[in-house]
């Protein structure tokens, strides 16, 4: 059952394509995320209603109807396994995958001194993520920089080659930062 009851309007996991086991849902109150710290709070219909552990509304629940739960316990992975190209990445491309998801497009110099990887392994691994179509680059438009995100800068100078992540390679990200758990 796709989100064991979870309504359209409620938390946030229904954009991000999550699903729960049976008989969990998400609280819409403080809308849960993978890797949030959690915790059950069983319901009178017989469901446990996962709200993040620091969720005020925690406070007024009898403390017996609370359980200890974890991500890996609710979350219903089995339908995404990702393809054969997978094993090509290691933890640099990861995190070259993160910083896009995080700070959107960006370019492979700004991604290198971030990231403190030099200017041509950044190169290399854009054209390797891009060829694995885990990024794509975006067209020749003015974007306008979100503030701290290029120091002094906010129009996009029109000779870099800019990126952003795919859903495919947000799909990766996700099963990356799932399989490798507090590791990450």
């Given at each position: ?10 938390a946030?996991?229904f ?32 469901l446990?209603v ?24 609710i ?13 090509q990445?290691?933890?640099?491309d ?14 492979s ?7 403190n ?23 020749k ?13 906010w ?5 870099h ?11 990766y ?12």
């Open positions: 059952m796709y989100y064991s009851g979870i309504r359209e309007g409620d946030c996991m954009d991000k394509g999550l699903r729960l086991k049976e008989g969990y849902r998400a609280a819409r109150c403080c809308a849960p995320e993978p890797h949030d710290a959690v915790t059950g709070y069983h319901s009178y219909n017989n446990i996962v709200h993040r552990a620091s969720c005020e509304n925690l406070q007024k629940i009898k403390s017996e109807r609370l359980i200890t739960i974890n991500w890996m316990d979350l219903d992975r089995e339908e995404y396994r990702p393809g054969r190209d997978y094993h990445l290691d933890q640099v990861f995190r070259i995958l993160q910083h896009h998801k995080d700070m959107g497009i960006d370019y110099r700004m991604v290198a001194r971030i990231l990887l030099t200017s041509e392994q950044s190169f290399e691994r854009h054209k390797k993520l891009r060829d694995l179509k885990l990024l794509k680059r975006v067209e438009v003015m974007i306008q920089y979100r503030k701290k995100v290029v120091h002094n800068k129009i996009k100078h029109r000779n080659t800019y990126y952003q992540i795919t859903p495919k390679g947000e799909k990200l996700e099963f990356y930062v799932w399989e490798e758990g507090e590791r990450w």
